[in-house]
């Protein structure tokens, strides 16, 4: 996730703490919105813990994505 914060705070020009904030604001967000093993998925991904089955994970979803299996 730092590599993130890194970025964010270099694109916008905000100072590392204000881009952590972003980040998490973001993070959050997108947990509360995304079906759980997703979400599981996307904080392992920016917390270190790789990517795993995120494709497998998104794929099981079907339609919900607007595509179908």
């Known amino acids: 996730m730092q590599e993130l914060i890194n970025q964010v705070a270099q694109r916008t020009g905000l100072a ?10 973001v993070l959050n967000f997108a947990k509360t919105r995304l079906p759980a093993p997703i979400a599981t998925q ?10 795993g089955d995120l494709a497998g994970a998104a794929k099981g979803m079907g339609g919900s994505f607007g595509t179908k299996k």
């Open 16 to 25: 590392p703490d204000k881009a952590k904030i972003a980040v998490e604001t």
């Open 42 to 51: 996307l904080e392992s991904a920016l917390t270190g813990g790789g990517v």
